[in-house]
């Protein structure tokens, strides 16, 4: 027996469903798309986990000033062809940590990812002075956007409405957690090898929890988490079954970090790798 397990991740699995005619009836026929299951939660639910960037300048050599020049990353990449060493090895963030930002609750609520480089943001050019970012997000927000089709043509991609800091604890959590960096930043040991803070800098006050939420507004930017986009559950606004199969489909699954009807609570890469796994079982029970 013949099924398509769909595995496009959070973006691109509900893209695909709409084209497809799965998805809200009215969206779709707006578009000129033949409705074939109306299902008005394909592409809502939308879930992330929003980093902020606090970046310090450090006495320490970091990726910035490694591959400042094409001399230098010549020889990182023959370091890596000789030896299979050296920053080509590693990932972009070489520390982690989950802290509570109230000693009351009982699991940590922020985690943070230690990265040997600074930029302005991380898909532009590293800033020419040595520094490290010390990136902190909320686990557990409470925001939810979502997305939604341009055009029928499927090489138009479609527009995302995350809806980042758009609830009270949101806001207070990762005012919290950039605080807390701050802090960090400022004792011993780590504190000797820090210069400088770059941002937010001096000119945001460490109790200014104002203008702290207005620095991460302005710069925060996705963590590359994105679930919830096709969730799994039983009402109404569920878009695939326990078993992962779409709603009024025959023959099609969706298997990937969009059937999340709520984010993890840390890195979301081993959760969709077991998303696979159960999928792999299910499909085999029933075959």
């Known amino acids: 027996r013949r099924e398509i397990i769909l595995s496009a991740g959070s973006i691109g699995s509900p893209q695909i469903l709409m084209l497809s005619g799965i998805g809200s009836g009215s969206e779709l026929q707006r578009l000129g798309i033949e409705v074939k299951s109306d299902l008005a939660g394909v592409g809502k639910n939308l879930q992330d986990h929003l ?8 006495n320490l050599s970091t990726i910035n000033v490694e591959t400042s020049n094409y001399f230098k990353q010549a020889l990182i990449g023959l370091q890596y062809i000789l030896t299979q060493r050296g920053p080509m090895t590693m990932a972009a963030s070489l520390g982690t940590g989950f802290l509570k930002t109230e000693a009351h609750l009982e699991t940590p609520d922020i985690q943070f990812h230690i990265q040997p480089f600074s930029a302005d943001m991380p898909s532009k050019v590293t800033h020419s002075f040595s520094a490290f970012t010390a990136s ?12 939604s089709l341009k055009s029928p043509n499927h090489l138009e991609a479609p527009e995302i409405y995350p809806n980042y800091l758009s ?9 919290k957690g950039v605080r807390i960096a701050r802090e960090i930043a400022a004792c011993q040991p780590l504190r000797s090898s820090v210069t400088e803070e770059h941002s937010p800098g001096s000119s945001v006050d460490l109790n200014d929890e104002d203008a702290t939420l207005d620095w991460i507004r302005r710069t ?8 919830g986009t096709c969730k799994m559950g039983t009402d109404e606004m569920a878009v695939v079954t326990p078993n992962l199969k779409v709603k009024g489909v025959d023959g099609l699954r969706v298997a990937d970090a969009s059937i ?7 890195n979301t890469n081993a959760p969709a790798i077991m998303i ?12």
């Open 51 to 58: 980093q902020a960037r606090p970046v310090f300048k450090t």
């Open 136 to 147: 902190v997000l909320q686990l557990r927000p409470e925001s939810t956007g979502y997305l």
């Open 167 to 175: 609830t009270d604890t949101d806001c207070r959590t990762i005012v």
């Open 220 to 227: 925060a930017v996705t963590i590359y988490h994105p679930t």
């Open 260 to 266: 999340m009807p709520r984010i993890t609570s840390g």
């Open 276 to 287: 696979g796994e159960k999928a792999s079982n299910l499909i085999l029970k029933e075959a």
